[in-house]
T-cell receptor, first 113, second 114 residues
């Protein structure tokens, strides 16, 4: 059974720092991996999707990498800002044909001004 | 604007009542999903539907029911059999296009049992 883990559970950094969030998964048979952002009391916003054949995706200050063989993905945030404060979740889409997503429990990020 | 709408934003339920949460999408997506989110537990899948008139149980389906009569709509009913329904409920959809499959979420409904 696929399991997704995110470490650390919470992170507090000063503004301007570059940071890395980690996501690991147990089964490498995935269609893709998706990173989301969630603000308190809100829905999830899709940040980046990495297909299983890709190694990384970039959007602005965000860069996500995928290493299927080791079951790991990282989300790199450059020059962090207070507006980046949110919970970041990763999810993998399984290949069983059900298009189910399995989510990690998230990393709660606080960027201090 | 394409997207997913959920209503209501807040819902209060008395003990023993059934309540229905609405989810509508205009993204022309085949697949729709319902998740429950509790503090510190991430998202747990309640039900999902890959196509109209078909749906499957997720990991925590007990006490919930769904229907999928139209492609754009996937309502969730929280029945009185659900012992602890207070939670944040999120609806999502995706296109079922293999590795391009991207999931999009609605704004959520917060359900509180009085």
């Amino acid at each position: 059974k696929q399991e997704v883990t995110q470490i650390p559970a919470a992170l507090s950094v000063p503004e301007g720092e570059n940071l890395v969030l980690n996501c690991s998964f147990t089964d490498s048979a995935i269609y893709n991996l998706q990173w989301f952002r969630q603000d308190p009391g809100k829905g999830l916003t899709s940040l980046l999707l990495i297909q299983s054949s890709q190694r990384e995706q970039t959007s602005g200050r965000l860069n996500a990498s995928l290493d299927k063989s080791s079951g790991r993905s990282t989300l790199y945030i450059a020059a962090s800002q207070p507006g980046d404060s949110a919970t970041y979740l990763c999810a993998v889409c399984d290949t069983s044909g059900t298009y189910k997503y399995i989510f990690g429990t998230g990393t709660r990020l606080k960027v201090l001004a | 604007d394409g997207g997913i709408t959920q209503s209501p934003k807040y819902l209060f339920r008395k003990e023993g009542q059934n309540v229905t949460l609405s989810c509508e999408q205009n993204l022309n997506h085949d697949a729709m999903y319902w998740y429950r989110q509790d503090p510190g537990q991430g998202l747990r899948l309640i039900y999902y539907s890959q196509i109209v008139n078909d749906f499957q149980k997720g990991d925590i389906a007990e006490g919930y029911s769904v229907s999928r009569e139209k492609k754009e709509s996937f309502p969730l009913t929280v029945t009185s059999a659900q012992k602890n329904p207070t939670a944040f409920y999120l609806c999502a959809s995706s296109s079922r296009t293999g590795s391009y499959n991207e999931q999009f979420f609605g704004p959520g409904t917060r359900l509180t049992v009085l």
